[in-house]
Nanobody
Framework: QVHLVESGGGLVQAGGSLRLSCAAS????????MGWYRQAPGKQRELVAQ???????YYADSVKGRFTISRDNAKNTVYLQMNSLKPEDTAVYYC??????????WGQGTQVTVSS
């Protein structure tokens, strides 16, 4: 069974920073693609950032240059450093872990609120 536990969300003023963490249970963490999605009220869930097993990264255009995804395989943890936060970054952020191209697990989500 795979469990993902996110932490680090909260309330921050525009221009501030937060770091989200996602701790994963189970084995073979180092070979899995990990990532973060977010969902704002009334909107569809959207991809924010991903990192592959070899460290290749992808970022949505809306967060490029402000967010950084990283992973610590020894701790089975993926991080999302979010700088220069904007009110439009307000959403529930979900971590995911891909065991394969067809099997994806999700965390429970962590709320990020950016005040103007």
């Amino acid at each position: 069974q795979v469990h993902l536990v996110e932490s680090g969300g909260g309330l921050v003023q525009a221009g501030g920073s937060l770091r989200l963490s996602c701790a994963a249970s189970g084995s073979s963490f180092s070979i899995n693609t990990m990532g973060w999605y977010r969902q704002a009220p009334g909107k569809q869930r959207e991809l924010v950032a991903q990192i592959t097993s070899v460290g290749s990264t992808y970022y949505a255009d809306s967060v490029k240059g402000r967010f950084t995804i990283s992973r610590d395989n020894a701790k089975n943890t993926v991080y999302l450093q979010m700088n220069s936060l904007k009110p439009e970054d307000t959403a529930v952020y979900y971590c995911h872990r891909d065991l394969s191209s067809a099997v994806r697990y999700w965390g429970q989500g962590t709320q990020v609120t950016v005040s103007s």
